[in-house]
T-cell receptor
Framework: GDSVTQMEGPVTLSEEAFLTINCTYT??????LFWYVQYPGEGLQLLLK?????DKGSNKGFEATYRKETTSFHLEKGSVQVSDSAVYFCALRNTGNQFYFGTGTSLTVIP | NAGVTQTPKFQVLKTGQSMTLQCAQDMNHNSMYWYRQDPGMGLRLIYY???????DKGEVPNGYNVSRLNKREFSLRLESAAPSQTSVYFCASSEYTTRNTEAFFGQGTRLTVV
């Protein structure tokens, strides 16, 4: 079945450090890919998305590129801030319009 | 902009009690979903409704039932609550026909079964 595997956490970084959170997927057909962010006590919010191979999604300094050959969608940010502390989820939407999520990666950024 | 609204936000049940979690969306989306979120396990799909009048089981449907009352509303019922159902429950919706449309989430219901 379809699934998403993402880097285990928690991740702790100093402010202005570089961030990478790895995500790979398994899917039949051609999924759309997403990164969501969850702040404490809240629901999930879309961070960025990509719908075809080599598409790059970007938002708020975060980027991820849809790599079909490696079935990956790694999240990156060049310089993290304290306000980026949250849980990040990689997700896919399959051709049946169902969404599958990774287990989440908790990020803490310290000043 | 209401988006996806879930009620209640918090609930404590005793083992064996029943309850219904309510969800409504005002974005005219066809598809709606119920997920549960548990530590270390991410979000797991409980039930899915592609459109009004249809429902399908997800990964973890046992112990739950759903009703797609109309296009706006999708409820989740626990007939006889068990401690294993202690979790945070999220409702979501999306537009079926557009490939690049994301799922929109409610704020969640934190359920404790004692």
């Amino acid at each position: 079945g379809d699934s998403v595997t993402q880097m285990e956490g928690p991740v702790t970084l100093s402010e202005e450090a570089f961030l990478t959170i790895n995500c790979t997927y398994t899917a039949t057909g051609y999924p759309s890919l997403f990164w969501y962010v969850q702040y404490p006590g809240e629901g999930l919010q879309l961070l960025l998305k990509a719908t075809k191979a080599d598409d790059k999604g970007s938002n708020k300094g975060f980027e991820a590129t849809y790599r079909k050959e490696t079935t990956s969608f790694h999240l990156e940010k060049g310089s993290v801030q304290v306000s980026d502390s949250a849980v990040y989820f990689c997700a896919l939407r399959n051709t049946g319009n169902q969404f599958y999520f990774g287990t989440g990666t908790s990020l803490t950024v310290i000043p | 902009n209401a988006g996806v609204t879930q009620t209640p936000k918090f609930q404590v049940l005793k083992t064996g009690q029943s309850m219904t979690l309510q969800c409504a969306q005002d974005m005219n989306h066809n598809s709606m979903y119920w997920y549960r979120q548990d530590p270390g396990m991410g979000l797991r799909l409980i039930y899915y409704s592609a459109s009004e009048g249809t429902t399908d089981k997800g990964e973890v449907p046992n112990g739950y039932n759903v009703s797609r009352l109309n296009k706006r509303e999708f409820s989740l019922r626990l007939e006889s609550a068990a401690p294993s159902q202690t979790s945070v429950y999220f409702c979501a919706s999306s537009e079926y026909t557009t490939r690049n449309t994301e799922a929109f989430f409610g704020q969640g219901t934190r359920l404790t079964v004692v």
